[in-house]
């Protein structure tokens, strides 16, 4: 039996403070995922790769939730005061999961600024859990994990929230509490190019990478 009987909610964390990226935009900040690669946002891209891997998809961002209204998504915004990094996020997502998808048991979510993501994320997630002995599946590519990109049981938000209020602000050292499973991708060929499909358009300049390997 799988371990996932529904497919999963999808979250989109778009909560970032995009620190590295302002330069990129006119004026100071913005979001990262609505900056244009190959005639679209790059938000578009990330939602294209996960829509069909998911049930509901939902965006987590906080401030003026209207930025998004061209993808016409549902928008959660933290539920703990403060930027209390991408745990609030995570604990957003899976307490609107739970109060709008019910019958999904876990959560998935991705960064807005990883255009390559993998078709078969969920599902490789997925494996990673029922052959491990945690309960939480980070994705790893290259040797390194990426906390933000994940697969996270709906039944541990009180825990998470717990965790946030006492102070916790690191990934790991709350998924470590649970078991983190580690999964690993392989490298993608774009343009006779390996590419890491976790790819992050965090900087200019690689913001610029995303849009060349896109192109055409």
Sequence with gaps: MKLLSTKPTGLLLAG???????????????????????????LGHVIERLKPQVGALVINANGDP?????????????????FAGPLAGILAGLRWSK???????????????????????????????????????????????????????????????EALRAGTRKVLAWTDRHGTVPVDFPFIELKGRSVDPFFN????????????????
């Design 201 to 216: 358009a965090n900087t200019p300049e690689e913001l610029a990478q995303a849009r060349e390997l896109l192109a055409g």
């Design 16 to 42: 970032g403070q995009s620190r590295r990226m302002s330069e990129a935009f006119a004026e100071g900040r913005g979001d990262k995922g609505l900056l244009e690669i190959a005639g679209k946002p790059m």
């Design 99 to 161: 109060a709008n998808a019910p019958e999904a048991t876990h959560l998935v979510s991705v960064s807005t600024d990883a255009p390559f993501l993998p078709a078969n994320l969920v599902e490789r997630l997925q494996d990673g859990l029922e052959a491990g002995t945690g309960a939480i599946a980070l994705a790893r590519s290259d040797g390194g994990l990426h906390p933000v990109i994940g697969l996270w049981p709906v039944a541990l938000a009180d825990d998470l929230e």
């Design 66 to 82: 209207a930025r998004f209204a061209e993808f016409a998504l549902p928008i959660v915004s933290d539920t703990v005061e403060g």
